[in-house]
């Protein structure tokens, strides 16, 4: 065992004590530098942890952030620059380059009260495309139909009144004009070609649903050549079928393919509701581009006719005729020296009331039950197949006659 004298004791537990006395003071010293001293309106935040950046830019995490002044620490923003996907850079160029052509068209309409007084009213909305620079602008019947006045408003708010310079039922396509001041460039959507789309190829629509200007939607050619009875009673050959969201306020404006190319006119959507589904369809631009010369040319599309007086045959007709068929269109009387004629087609001979006192059919004659291989079932479907057709066209038209098919080649009339 080791012996200390009085005085080597005394002197250890003086350097105990200072020992302890310096590392308490350490301790003290550190943590004081993690404290925050002053008043209220002198405290400031200390960061505790270097903030870590990538080399990309990357933002650190709200962690490594320490505040003990009660406030929210801020968030770091990300930077300016932001990558786009290819897909994304398409729709981009295509709303930057096609929205400023696609316009807002509203309507006022005269109404009547209780005393047969007229007044005007607000009617209805959509959409419309401006195809020219003079002002005209490419839209659908059922947009402007009935309406008393036509207002155009562009993207950049101005507002003009538009007049009519052509309608064509059979396509639901009209074209309107507005003479903007002088000075004024408007911008337009060129024409695309219908005929080369595939399903399954992107597209994209732009218009005013439920009067939001100029909301983009895309998707994809859902299907081709579809035949579809539109709002009035025609049936539209080759409509484009697409499930790009198409809601009211949309009808008229333009579906583009990625090159911003109006490749066809939304016309319609197919729901129970009234409301999107995702079948929509539009009138493919092979129609528009014919339909918009005539109507810029004549005011009116220029088509070929049957000069023959027809009625659409029901089964009752049929029972009473004493036909061997029940649907098709039936040749009640033919003009005398027409084309129709001198191809042979035939009109009745016995004279019947047809609906009222004032209508007379006649029965005995030829059946129309198919033009050019297309089946001819009801009025809609004999329109839909001469709406392609010009005057001077030859048709063949097949019709019953005695039981018996037989072939005629017609030649339109204007």
Not at 146 to 164: H, R
């Amino acid at each position: 065992m080791k012996l200390y004298s009085r005085g080597q004791v005394v002197r250890r537990i003086i350097y105990g004590a200072a020992a302890a006395f310096i590392l308490t003071a350490v301790i003290f010293y550190n943590l004081g530098k993690r404290s925050v001293t002053g008043s209220d309106t002198d405290k400031k935040a200390v960061v505790s942890d270097a903030v870590l950046e990538s080399e990309q830019g990357a933002v650190a995490e709200a962690g490594d952030f320490i505040q003990e002044t009660g406030e929210v620490p801020a968030i770091p923003v990300a930077g300016s620059t932001a990558a786009y996907s290819q897909d994304e850079n398409e729709n981009i160029s295509v709303y930057r380059t096609c929205n400023e052509a696609v316009v807002n068209i509203n309507t006022k309409v005269t109404s009547y009260d209780w005393f047969w007084d007229p007044y005007v009213t607000d009617g209805g909305s959509g959409s419309g495309s401006i195809i020219d620079k003079r002002g005209y602008i490419l839209t659908n019947v059922h947009v402007i139909s009935g309406a008393t006045k036509i207002f155009v408003s562009l993207a950049d708010g101005t507002q003009y009144e538009a007049s009519v310079v052509g309608e064509d039922i059979d396509s639901d396509l009209a074209v309107i004009k507005i003479d903007p001041p002088a000075g004024v460039t408007l911008k337009t959507i060129p024409f695309g070609d219908s005929t080369k789309l595939a399903v399954g190829q992107k597209v994209i629509a732009i218009g005013n649903p439920f009067g939001m200007e100029r909301t983009m939607t895309t998707g994809i050619v859902s299907g081709l050549g579809r035949p579809i009875q539109n709002s009035n009673n025609r049936i539209i050959r080759n409509m484009i079928q697409t499930d790009a969201a198409i809601n009211p306020g949309n009808s008229g404006g333009p579906l583009l393919d990625t090159a911003g190319r109006m490749v066809g006119i939304n016309t319609m959507i197919m729901s129970s509701s009234g409301s999107s589904s995702g079948v929509g369809f539009a009138v493919p631009s092979e129609i528009a581009v014919r339909v918009v010369s005539d109507l810029l040319k004549y005011g009116k599309v220029q088509r070929g006719v049957i000069n023959a007086s027809i009625v659409q045959l029901t089964s009752r007709i049929a029972q009473y005729a004493g036909l061997d068929i029940s649907t098709g269109m039936l040749v009640s009387e033919v003009e005398d020296g027409s084309n129709a004629a001198k191809a042979g087609l035939k009109g009745g001979t016995k004279g019947v009331y047809y609906g009222s006192r004032n209508n007379i059919l006649y029965l005995g004659g030829d059946v129309i039950t198919k033009i050019d291989g297309i089946a001819i079932t009801s009025l809609a479907e004999y329109y839909s197949a001469l709406e392609s057709k010009k005057p001077g066209d030859v048709v063949s038209v097949v019709v019953r006659r005695n039981k018996k098919d037989v072939t005629l080649k017609i030649t339109l009339a204007e």
